[in-house]
């Protein structure tokens, strides 16, 4: 009989390796994002969070451009992209010209006006920052609202990845649906709808247009993507300073960052170990750097809170 040798598994370098490979064969890739509105939501209901999750879907497809990642947030918008950017620009422009369009019927003309992606957004650069661009989308719900789980927020595509039960969602094809219901779901007068779209509860099913199954080739596991989103703090950091954005991180977050810090900048295992001056620097620093609020220095950085009040007196009522 003959006999057959069993290679053995890749080794975790391999497989980082072929992903690599992947990474520069698949891109180019872009996070195309907007500032947040200063004053005001875009959306104010979920029915408003339908229609542009629609028209996000509808208007891809029709750039030939491939969502990877999406939130749909209050105030602003978060895509991560495959193809080029002149097409990434063109799909967001069309996106905002129907959007306002709807805004405008429901009494909410120019809400749009001062929303707009940077002309100049450069591609991302690395299998590295790949990951952390899907992270931070992914998180940024989370780190925006108290109530929201990663993973399961409908108005992200947060809840596709490593998904199991993905498959047993039911969904129906969009050929099933009647014209007048194509309108309802869209708010197009000649809505042309792709005929791989699925719709589940009135909206385009996520896993019909967002290429999820490409995000996971090129994350190393479901635990390392679940590490990357919640515990990834030094990520989510750099790429909120790249976008000018102040990290959010919880207090069980900036604890670790604290811990870090006073090894790396003083030498010492513990915050506890630092002298009141070193304490006070290293609030400076989550202040600064991370963002952190005056009750989330005191209580990091083992500080009176009203000596903190006072070293920060423009943020004294955030704790």
Known sequence: MEQYVKWPPPTERQIEWMQEQLFRESGPFYHLSTKPLEDGLIFECDEERRIAFNLMAVTAKEFHIDILAFA???????????????DGLAFFHRLKKRLSNYFARRGRPGILNAVNVDPDTPAISSLTQFRNEIAYVIRNPYVARTDV??????????????????????????????????????????????????????????????NYKLVEQLFPSARKFTWWVLKNVEAQVETSVRMGEKPNLNDDELFVTAQQLSRSEYGRDSVKELSLLQRKELGILLKNKWGASNGQVARIAQLDPRAVDAMFPLTAKKR
């Not at 105030?75 to 950017?85: D, K, M, P, S, V």
């Not at 990845?161 to 094809?173: A, D, I, T």
């Open 72 to 86: 749909l947030m209050s105030n602003h918008f978060h895509f991560i992209i495959r193809g080029e950017l002149v």
């Open 149 to 210: 789980n990663p993973f399961a927020y409908p108005w992200c595509s947060g809840f596709l990845y490593f998904n199991p039960l993905l498959g047993s969602l039911s969904s129906k094809s969009v050929n099933e649906l009647s014209y007048k219901e194509k309108r309802s779901m869209t708010r197009m007068t000649n809505p042309i709808l792709d005929s791989q779209f699925r719709v589940r509860e009135g909206m385009i099913a996520a896993e019909s247009f967002v």
